[in-house]
């Protein structure tokens, strides 16, 4: 099927989804999850996996294989998903202001559907299941574009949540994948007025700058993550060292990853040798990958590492290589993160209450930390159930993308006969 024509059964199925009532809509994601652990579901979705990964291997990074590996595990992690998004509160219909006017008319600002969701993303297949869920429970039909890497993993999801879609008496086309991994397709949706409502792209650099340049719908930027620690001198050095190797090692493929760390120089000759022990020569010692370091001047004078370029202050690595620089006071930290970051998430380590005051207001990213870990920047993790991107942009939404920020509003007016 092309493009075009699914883009027209999707704006066909828009209705049925704006109608559904909570209920309907609740019974809708129980089948999908059911579906996707469905043994014989799940069998061809760990077949069409593997075809996938085969065909990978040699052509993407370790790290990124791993975001592409699905287990019995991680599908039943994906169900679960959709069934913590049941238990969350419907936005659709809330109203968000009511004003009764002198003349007796009402207005009320309502939260409504998006109407046609399209996302573009690459070799990540629980994207896929997560933005379902979250469309469906927010009224909105999704249109999804997964990466060639990761399409027959993608087409055997989608067809599992078709299946449950009809069980419950919904059209299939609320949920549907463009079959052209080219990129034409993903033009397509970029220039597709009158049948996408917003587009979000879920990927690297490359994809969203695409995105920004030639879309001609709304778009939401959203994943890029260059994400800042700054250890501040009157951090507590094992909490600082806890919360660097979390945000670096725990899963260094995602956007909440750290990338950076900066290091106040009256911190950094303790600071710096520990880091290099627990980044370095301890994973070594475990049988793990251990961090590239890629040190600032002044940091390597302090402990030995891979010289710094001008570049790894604004790289994604998405890698097991962390930038670091000491800087002479939290203003430098904070100037230097403002010019370097992409607006996701940035943390200070500090026991001094007015820089963490300093830091939360004047650092200028969708989430700031204080004395916590980059990595919880996640949908799940903010009580969103899944997410669908994380936006860092300012409108219309900011940060972890869940159900209210998949709708937008009308304002319904109730009278009695008004004229103006």
């Not at 998405?318 to 100037?335: M, N, R, T, W």
């Amino acid at each position: 099927m092309t493009t075009q024509e699914i883009l027209i059964r999707a704006n066909e199925a828009k209705t049925a989804l704006t109608l559904a009532d909570t209920a309907r809509k609740n019974q809708a994601l129980h089948r999908m999850a059911d579906a996707l652990e469905k043994p014989d579901h799940r069998a061809r979705i760990l077949e069409a996996n593997q075809r996938d990964l085969e065909a990978a291997k040699g052509t993407i990074s370790e790290v990124m294989l791993d975001r592409l590996m699905l287990n019995e595990t991680r599908i039943a992690g994906m169900a679960d998903g959709i069934r913590e998004v049941v238990a969350l509160e419907d936005p659709v219909g809330k109203v968000l202001s009511e004003t009764v006017r002198p003349n007796g008319m009402t207005i009320r600002k309502t939260a409504v559907p998006m109407g046609v969701i399209a996302i573009i993303y690459e070799s990540r297949p629980n994207v896929t299941s997560d933005a379902a869920a979250l469309a469906i429970k927010s009224g909105n039909v999704c249109v999804l574009r997964g990466g060639k890497e990761a399409w027959q993993t993608c087409h055997a999801i989608v067809e599992a949540l078709q299946i449950g879609l009809e069980e419950a008496g919904m059209p299939r086309e609320a949920v549907s994948l463009i079959e052209d991994t080219t990129r034409v397709s993903a033009n397509e949706l970029m220039t597709a007025e009158g049948f996408v409502d917003l587009l979000i792209p879920r990927g690297g650099k490359g994809l969203i700058r695409s995105c920004v340049e030639h879309a001609t719908v709304p778009c939401i930027q959203t994943g890029t993550g260059i994400c800042h620690v700054y250890v501040d001198r009157a951090a507590d050095p094992a909490m600082a060292l806890q919360i660097v190797n979390n945000g670096k090692t725990s899963r260094p493929s995602v956007c909440n990853a750290l990338e950076v760390c900066l290091v106040h120089r009256e911190a950094a000759a303790a600071f710096l040798p520990a880091l290099k022990e627990t980044l370095c020569e301890k994973r070594q010692k475990e049988g793990k990958q251990p961090v590239e370091l890629r040190l600032d001047a002044e940091a390597a004078k302090i402990i030995p590492g891979t010289p710094a370029k001008e570049a790894d202050f604004d790289t994604e690595f998405l890698d097991y290589i962390l930038g670091v620089k000491i800087v002479d006071s939290l203003e430098e930290a904070i100037e230097h993160i403002n010019r370097h970051s992409t607006g996701h998430s940035e943390a200070i380590v500090t026991a001094d209450q007015d820089a963490a005051r300093q830091f939360t207001a004047a650092v200028d990213s969708a989430a700031v930390y204080v004395n916590v870990s980059t990595r919880f920047t996640d949908g799940g993790e903010f009580g969103l159930g899944c997410e669908m991107g994380i936006s860092t942009q300012k409108l219309h939404a900011r940060g972890p993308m869940g159900l209210a920020e998949l709708c937008t509003y009308k304002y319904v007016i109730c009278g009695d006969g008004q004229i103006r």
